[in-house]
């Protein structure tokens, strides 16, 4: 089944009275449980396809359907919620609520659908990612790759069916950086979800179904990789 469908999309920018397309027809559906892998150099339009295929904002034209749902056109008072329920999200810059402590942080998604076991999960997802005795630290109290590790627990907290992951590890020492990525495989195979990655990381990248390529705006190559035959 078809996860996630993007149909003809393009999303353009408009500063002062100059347009600046940034993606160009984009059609691309994402099945469930696939692991797709997505590169492309800098400025190619990598964060901006996450964003639309994850309702977190919406195309100039074109349709993005999320479980045969046209999201383009559903308010974000109805959007909000579904994002919240079926999205994970892990920024390249962590994008932690600085106010608030790591184990709240990470129990913000759960506590918005007012699920009781909220902390009991942010407490078992931080402690597997090696964070229990930092659950009270606040995010300024944490290192790159600790943040990072937090963001990921509350991208996983309402076991969301697809993840979205942009350049995880981008402000992260090639250490962390595996670790990083290493835990967000680990999760996606356990639970079978959806992970969509923006990475640069080769060795990740291979063990991808399928990775995409994008060049301005457009899917220029995709690699399927078809693990049947290896033995
Ligand atoms: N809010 C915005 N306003 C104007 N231009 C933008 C905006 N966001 C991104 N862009 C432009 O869109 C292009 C693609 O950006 P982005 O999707 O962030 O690429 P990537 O993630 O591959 O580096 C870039 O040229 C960038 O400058
Ligand atoms: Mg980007």
Same mark, same amino acid.
């Given at each position: 089944m078809n996860l996630i469908e993007a149909k003809h999309v393009t999303k353009t920018y408009t500063i002062g009275d100059r347009q600046i397309p940034v993606l160009d027809n984009i059609s691309l559906s994402v099945t469930n449980g696939e692991f797709l892998v997505v590169e492309g150099s800098s400025g190619s339009g990598k964060t901006t396809l996450l964003c639309l295929l994850s309702g977190l904002d919406r195309p100039t034209s074109g349709r993005v359907l999320i479980e045969e749902k046209?999201?383009?056109?559903? !308010?974000e008072d109805d959007l909000a919620p579904l994002r919240n329920q079926m999205i994970g999200f892990v920024f390249q810059s962590f994008h932690?609520? !600085?106010?608030?402590?790591a184990i709240e942080n990470v129990m913000f998604p759960a506590e918005l659908k007012h699920d009781p076991r909220a902390h009991q999960k942010a407490q078992v997802l931080l402690k597997r990612v090696g964070l229990a005795t930092r659950i009270d630290n606040f995010p300024h109290q944490l290192s790159g790759g600790e943040m990072q590790r937090v963001a990921m627990c509350r991208a996983l907290i309402n076991d969301p069916k697809i993840i979205f992951a942009d350049? !995880?590890?981008?402000?992260?020492?090639s250490e962390n950086g595996e670790a990083i990525l290493e835990l967000l495989l680990e999760f996606h195979r356990e639970r079978h979800s959806t992970l969509v990655l923006v990475t640069h990381n080769n060795k990740i990248a291979t063990m991808a179904d399928r990775m995409i390529i994008l060049h301005d705006g457009r899917i220029v190559e995709t690699i399927r990789h078809d693990y049947q035959h290896i033995a």
């Open positions: 046209d999201i383009t056109e559903t !308010p932690l609520v !600085p106010s608030l402590t350049e !995880p590890t981008g402000n992260l020492d």
